[in-house]
């Protein structure tokens, strides 16, 4: 007895070891996690990056200060003027949340931070839970060891990095996590068929609606994945217990957030997840009748089911092509059709089109955001394969679809990130597993002992145990063996091998070929911590709202962005309206404090194609334009001086085709000389008469004398020109930012009276001069 208890005793020591090996592990991963993506911090300082971000931390503001109630109800009427914008029914509300009960919990334990510096850390925090649910989810498609290595390299992946940065306060801070998190219980209820993690698994997806529109990416490849394994033969009571669920109390919940609403139910993103749950409905219930009717019996009963069913999906297909036909878009946002169709964007909607995060990704950019994963992912989906499994299955269909939506918007590289860091982990493991155990096996220290892992153990026990029971059942009584015979038999004897020790002989390898192969895994995973290191502290670190560059000087701090909206906020009034681009729109309303006319929710294409042709059109044309908006102030944003790229000369064919696509006057052709787009003196004179070249010209010739373009790399064509409708009231140290103020209208009375004098006098003047006519 005590023999038999000391291999299981050693089998549980082990255990308990490595679950706290493991759980210290995890622990150091979430550090790593967090503290990789605080170099944006230690570098620069505390602030929030990007352009949405600032929407976010004017939300969160007003939520701390006014509570729950007023965030639903707050109407914002500094933004989109004149129309305004009722944000609690326009804003997914999960990052907020998150972040103001963060924020509330931290007062409540008397931690007196700010609002921004909890908007600053939320996206670390949320990287570490990430990495925590990677683990969750990896483990349950193929073992600790896999998850431990899934979860390490997401926390340092740099496309999640990108988007998760300290102060990169924006929704897929948290929605990445609710993303994985959502498929962990999902796969877990899957495993389990526990409708305790079904509910969890709604709730979860609830967290993920409200967080995030990538949410349809879930509600979408769980039903393909559900009738994947129908089609397969895979279907189960627990695919069931995993999937109706959460259509039913999913759909609920999401129809519960304001911007969403019944969208949940009548847009065709959502349409796949109810046709899944009609087919396993009709399978289920053939399984059923399968279980309950003879063979034969069953056969009429399927025909009978089969025939019903197809009628009901006929009927069913037949409302949702009637529905989808009356809508002009057959039932799809604009992004989900670009995603359909990558054309679609640059066609209809260039609003969409303009925006440089959904343009597709270069091959470079994989390199860049996933590394030497894109090489592992291949050998993951092989191993998923040995043995497939429901799960390993899931994980091959997230990463095939993952990889195409990623090479149609490059924002999607997201989602690919989390499925290349769950196949390279699978990978990583199992190559891990092979070498060391062929090393292990052939090690003459390790070859002489008798010692077997857990495993063995556990195969060798159930082959004893099958002898025992025989033998008790072949013997009689007269033949039962003594207590001394049986103390001889339990003498270590010479054993045949079992099958699964004869199967790990096959599998090993020759043992300096297992060396150089740890050794090249190890130089592989190191190369990806340095790159992944590199662009934590370098590509991705920097504000977009604070600019630097290195010289022979030294370093320069380009800090223009905020030195224009100080200078708003400083010296305009309260109720003064700024027109601009609407790139930088949220950025006014959160560190200016002014009204604007367009932003970077572009819910109104209308709006924003007006301000669009105001800047294509000539300065008078535009005054106008701007006049009726009632805009005193219009800023522009301008990089000719210091070599910023991303400024609004390179984003004005976007005005132009924008602008076009509302008002027919507007034609892109006219900007373009021979189809190229150019601002030197071969430039059309369409172009060098607009608003927006006078705007980000004007006295750029008094910088060096030649008025040379760092960004186009030319001169520019019309050096001399003055503004009759626009006068300049403020630029930045670096040129950066301009803001002009509109002219006041003439007025109209003295303006007749000058008028009708100048009549009277041309009258006399014609009549002293006889048939001389006045041109004017």
């Known amino acids: 007895m005590a023999a038999s208890d000391a291999p299981n005793g050693d089998v549980l020591i082990r255990n308990a070891f490595g679950s706290v090996l493991a759980f ?3 622990l150091l991963i979430g550090v790593l996690a967090f503290s990789i993506r605080l170099f944006s911090v230690i570098k620069y300082e505390s602030v929030i990056h990007e352009f949405d971000p600032y929407f976010n931390y004017r939300v969160t503001q007003f939520l701390t200060k006014n509570g729950i109630y007023d965030f639903w109800n707050w109407f914002d009427d500094r933004t989109w003027y004149p129309l305004g914008r009722v944000i609690g029914g326009t804003v997914y509300p999960g990052l907020t949340l998150t972040a103001g009960t963060l924020y509330w919990f931290l007062h409540s334990l008397n931690i007196p931070l700010s609002v921004e510096t909890v908007c600053v850390f939320t996206a670390p925090i949320f990287s570490a839970f990430a990495s925590w649910a990677t683990y969750l989810l990896t483990k349950e498609i193929k073992g600790v060891g896999a998850g431990l290595t899934a979860a390490a390299l997401l926390a340092m992946v740099p496309s999640y990095i990108s988007r998760s940065v300290a102060g990169s306060y924006d929704n897929e801070a948290v929605a990445i996590f609710a993303l994985i998190f959502t498929f962990y219980l999902y796969i877990k209820t899957l495993n389990t068929g526990s409708l305790f993690y079904a509910t969890l698994n709604s709730l979860s997806y609830f967290y993920m609606v409200c967080s995030w529109g990538g949410y349809t990416f879930i509600i979408n490849l769980i039903p393909m994945h559900v009738l994947l394994c129908i089609v397969t033969g895979r279907y189960s009571s627990r695919l069931y217990i995993a999937y109706a669920p959460l259509v039913i109390l999913g759909t609920l919940l999401a129809a519960l957030v304001p911007v969403v609403g019944f969208n949940a139910v009548m847009t065709s993103e959502h349409f796949a997840s109810f046709l899944v749950f009609i087919i396993i409905h009709v399978v289920a219930l053939v399984y059923y009748i399968k279980g309950i009717l003879s063979p034969k019996m069953f056969k009429v009963a399927l025909a009978l089911v089969v025939s019903i069913g197809l009628a009901v999906c006929c009927a069913m297909v037949a409302v949702i092509i009637a529905l989808v036909a009356s809508s002009p878009t057959k039932g799809w946002s604009g992004r989900s059709l670009s995603l359909l169709d990558p054309t679609y964007a640059s066609k209809y909607i260039p609003i969409i089109a303009s925006v440089s995060e959904h343009q597709p990704p270069t091959w470079p950019s994989y390199f860049m955001d996933i590394n030497v994963l894109a090489f592992l ?46 196949l390279s982990g ?79 002989r096959l599998s090993v390898l020759p043992f300096e070929a297992s060396i150089i192969a740890v050794i090249l895994l190890v130089l592989l995973v190191a190369f990806y911590v340095v790159h992944c290191v590199w662009a934590a502290a370098e590509a991705y670190s920097a504000p977009s709202i604070v600019l630097t560059s290195h010289s022979n000087d030294g370093l320069h701090v380009f800090d223009d962005f905020r030195e224009a909206y100080a200078w708003l ?4 009034d309260v109720d003064d309206k700024v027109a601009s681009w609407w790139d930088y729109g949220y950025q006014t309303t959160a560190m200016a404090n002014r009204t604007v006319i367009v932003d970077n929710n ?63 006057h507007i034609k892109e052709p006219d900007y373009l ?37 760092r960004v186009r790399r030319t001169e520019i064509g019309k050096k001399y020109f003055k503004l009759t409708h626009f006068e300049e009231v403020f630029t930045t140290h670096h040129w950066m930012v301009r803001i002009y103020k509109l002219k006041p209208p003439k007025n109209r009375i003295r303006g007749k009276n000058k008028k009708s004098k100048s009549k009277t006098s041309s009258t006399t003047t014609s009549k002293r001069k006889g048939t001389r006519r006045n041109p004017f």
């Open 602 to 664: 572009t819910w109104n294409n209308t709006h924003i194609a007006t301000v669009g042709t105001a800047m294509s059109s000539p300065e008078k044309a535009a005054w106008e334009i701007f006049h009726s908006l009632d805009v005193k102030y219009v800023l522009v944003v301008f990089g000719g001086l210091v070599g910023y790229p991303s400024d609004d000369i390179n984003k004005f064919l976007w005005m132009v085709r924008i602008g076009g696509g509302v008002f027919p």
């Open 673 to 709: 000389r021979d189809g190229q787009y150019r601002i030197d003196s071969m430039a059309t004179p369409t172009m060098l008469n607009c608003l927006m070249y006078k705007l980000s010209y004007y006295r750029f010739v008094e910088t060096d004398g030649k008025a040379f373009d």
């Open 426 to 504: 699978i990978a990583l493991s199992q190559a891990f597993d092979v070498f060391t155990r062929s090393i292990k096996f052939q090690l003459p220290s390790l070859s002489d002992h008798s010692h077997i892992d857990a495993r063995d153990a556990s195969s060798e026990k159930v082959v004893l145990d099958d002898t025992i029971k025989t033998d008790k059942n072949e013997d009689t009584p007269k033949e039962r063996m003594t207590k001394r015979s049986k103390k001889k038999e339990k003498e270590p004897v010479e054993k045949p091998p079992t099958k699964f020790q004869i199967k790990k």
């Open 569 to 572: 906020s400083h010296n305009t």
């Open 377 to 422: 992912i291949p050998a993951g989906i092989i191993a998923c394969f040995s043995p497939l499994s429901d799960a390993s299955l899931f994980a091959v269909l997230y990463i095939v679809l993952s990889v195409y939506f990623s090479g149609v918007m490059v924002r999607l590289m997201l989602v690919l990130a989390p499925a290349a860091c769950i």
């Open 24 to 26: 210290l592990i995890l």
